[in-house]
């Protein structure tokens, strides 16, 4: 019986990471990665902590209270912050979600799991912005007499404006601007968390 249940559990994780994230749920490959290393973590911790190899796992392995002391271990061992923690949690949850629509009779590891509650946010740090006299400052140091430091310059200001992430804007492409009213205006169509599109003016 354990073997039939661990060759269960390895195809619905194998079909979890090829299929269900990336083409059902449309996940960005690096929520994807995220949880690929939430479950390659919680293997080597079992491992370490519960002398269990790869090949003896089972869904036992994935009831609430194993992960729950996996997540305990992060926060009190590995320091891990609270919305780490959360990340983890969320990778199982969807894994367990996943496998009871498989299988109605894995639900019941599903809805233990999401019982555990997600852990309070750490406290936010206070945002700092530039001054208007920090930002001329910022941009007057680079030397617009050379074409790498017009293109520094450029990106610099181009964040400032947009408020775009660095890879949003690694990810652009000429075809995410549209000029309107004769070129007078401009938008830029950018691609955020969650593969979700946002358009942002340009001025």
Do not use: W
């Amino acid at each position: 019986m354990q073997k039939t249940d661990g060759m269960m559990l390895f195809n619905l994780i194998h079909k979890f990471f090829i299929e269900y994230l990336p083409n059902r749920r449309g996940f960005s490959e690096k929520t994807v990665e995220s949880y690929r290393y939430t479950f390659n973590d919680y293997r080597r911790y079992l491992e370490e902590t519960k002398g269990k190899r790869l090949s003896s796992l089972t869904f036992d392995d994935f009831a609430r209270e194993p992960i729950y002391q996996y997540l305990m271990h992060l926060r009190s061992d590995k320091k891990n912050k609270n919305s780490t923690l959360n990340v983890r949690l969320a990778a199982f949850c969807s894994f367990l979600k996943f496998c009871s629509e498989e299988n109605v009779s894995l639900a019941k590891y599903f809805m233990d799991v999401s019982g555990i509650h997600s852990f309070k946010n750490d406290p936010t740090k206070r945002l700092e912005y530039l001054t208007p006299a920090q930002l001329k400052k910022l941009l007057g140091s680079f030397d617009v007499r050379l074409r790498k430091e017009r293109r520094n310059r450029f990106l610099v200001l181009f964040l400032y404006e947009t408020g775009c992430r660095v890879q949003e804007v690694l990810d652009l492409r000429l075809s995410s601007i549209t000029f309107e009213d004769k070129r007078k205006t401009a938008t830029v169509r950018v691609l955020g968390k969650g593969s979700k599109t946002r358009i942002v003016p340009l001025t």
